[in-house]
């Protein structure tokens, strides 16, 4: 018989995930594998939580295994290292994004792009070489290949840093893979969420001029005087769109529904290249002409490679480019999935794992579910007497 994810493995761990697709989170309990040679070991600080978590526990792509344990924006601090690791020691602060594995052989990963590897195994939901289902960092413990792992640059801040393994490392490869960062370039950034907001940051840090496309209005304000965009479109002002036709060299778009790709493409320059991050669940619809009257180009990007992920944290470093996020505790996570559906966040949730996730925090709900349960057991017991005693009343 199949093991259980309690019991596949010998580290017991603890975390919040899900067990369905009804998008609701609770605390679940698995394990983890013994730390291995080239293993590091850590404990989980901090984890910032990304629209492709909410995707993959809703199914919205069609294939999440549950139960799952999301999580792939982690801080943490090494407690065990592998008898073969090189690179961290214990005690060392380390980072682990969207991936954990690959085959590490073929082209892809000979040259640095192991995010593109066929056999890529991403940090949660993804099959490890041994079989089991990989699980994220809404958890106290991982446990990962040090190859995997990121150097976290001293002194930059954990809490706050956390979202740039996936949102920053997400859009500043598009960035530069596709040569959108020379310094005078008009950069488009559609959608101000988790992923848009750092694009923002880093399309300023390249010198470029950012404008925000957003269905958001009321977002103009700080995305101007806050995070340094130079303008700002509102992508359902069909007019103010057209005024702006023809003047970008690329746009990044996060947007994680769907949405009509037309009124984009026509903001590009000619020879434009407009890069796709955004998952939506459902295909988007490409107007060709629009391409090909100019020599516009439309593509995709899904995260980055390991030396690229370390650069794009080495450099966020350097140019002091930190997310703006809010610090939730992980009994918060059921409302801040619901407020991240209505893109309610400025501009990303992280989870302070170490102070809010603990065993007896389980142990908590448990305690709260018999109290309520105790609550309506009394109340019906309540009203029955009550019952009693006006039926009586009334017959006497
Ligand atoms: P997020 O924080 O929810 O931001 C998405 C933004 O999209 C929202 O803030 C909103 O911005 C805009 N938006 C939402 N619904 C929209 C709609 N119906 N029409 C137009 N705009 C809409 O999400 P995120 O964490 O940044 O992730 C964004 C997407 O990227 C997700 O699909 C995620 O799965 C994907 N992703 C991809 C990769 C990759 O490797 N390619 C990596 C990470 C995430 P405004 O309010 O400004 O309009
Ligand atoms: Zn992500």
Redesign the pocket.
């Known amino acids: 018989m199949a093991k259980s994810p309690e019991t596949e493995h010998p580290v017991k761990v603890y975390g919040w995930g899900s067990r369905n697709s009804s998008g609701v989170l609770a605390p679940i309990k698995f394990s983890r594998r013994a730390t291995g040679e080239h293993d590091v070991q850590l404990k989980v600080l901090y984890c910032g939580?990304?629209?492709?978590d909410?995707?993959v526990v809703k199914n919205d792509w069609g294939f999440t295994q549950y139960p799952i344990i999301p999580g792939h924006e982690i801080v943490g601090e090494v407690t065990e290292v592998g008898s073969k690791v090189e690179k961290v020691k214990v005690g060392d602060k380390v980072g682990v994004g969207?991936l954990v594995g690959s085959c590490r052989q073929c082209d892809q990963c000979t040259n640095d792009l192991e995010?593109y590897c066929p056999k890529v195994i991403w940090t949660y939901g993804s099959v490890y070489t041994d079989g089991t289902l990989t699980q994220g960092g809404y958890s106290n413990l991982m446990v990962v290949d040090e190859h995997f792992i990121v150097l976290w640059p001293e002194n930059f801040p954990l809490d706050v840093g956390s979202p740039l393994l996936?949102?920053g490392i997400?859009t500043y490869s598009p960035l530069r893979y596709f040569g959108l960062d020379k310094p005078g370039m008009n950069i488009g950034v559609?959608?101000?969420?988790?992923?848009?907001h750092v694009a923002v940051k880093f399309a300023k840090a390249f010198g470029t001029n950012v404008t925000?496309?957003?269905?958001?209005i009321n977002?103009k304000k700080e995305a101007i005087e806050k995070l340094g965009a130079d303008s700002f479109l509102v992508?359902r002002d069909p007019e103010e769109m057209k005024a702006a036709a023809g003047t970008l060299d690329g746009i990044i778009d996060?947007?994680?529904?769907?949405?009509p790709l037309s009124p984009l493409i026509n903001l590009l320059k000619p020879h434009g290249k407009m890069v796709?991050?955004?998952?939506?669940a459902q295909p988007l619809e490409l107007p060709v002409f629009p391409l090909l009257t100019g020599r516009k180009t439309i593509a995709?990007?899904?995260?980055g490679g390991m030396k690229e992920t370390q650069e794009m944290i080495d450099f966020a470093a350097k140019h002091n480019i930190l997310p703006d996020v809010e610090i939730i505790p992980i009994d918060y996570i059921n409302k801040a999935m619901v407020r991240?559906?209505k893109?309610d966040?400025k501009?990303?949730f992280v989870i302070d794992i170490a102070k809010s996730l603990r065993p007896e925090y389980q142990l908590h709900s448990f305690m709260k579910f018999c109290m309520k349960s105790c609550v309506v057991i009394l109340s019906v017991f309540v009203t029955f007497i009550l019952c009693g005693i006006i039926f009586r009343f009334m017959s006497s």
């Open positions: 939580i990304c629209h492709t909410l995707h969207c995010n996936c949102a997400t559609v959608g101000l969420g988790g992923l848009g925000v496309i957003s269905t958001s977002k992508s996060t947007v994680s529904a769907t949405h796709l991050v955004g998952a939506p995709g990007s899904g995260v991240l559906v893109s966040v501009y990303r």
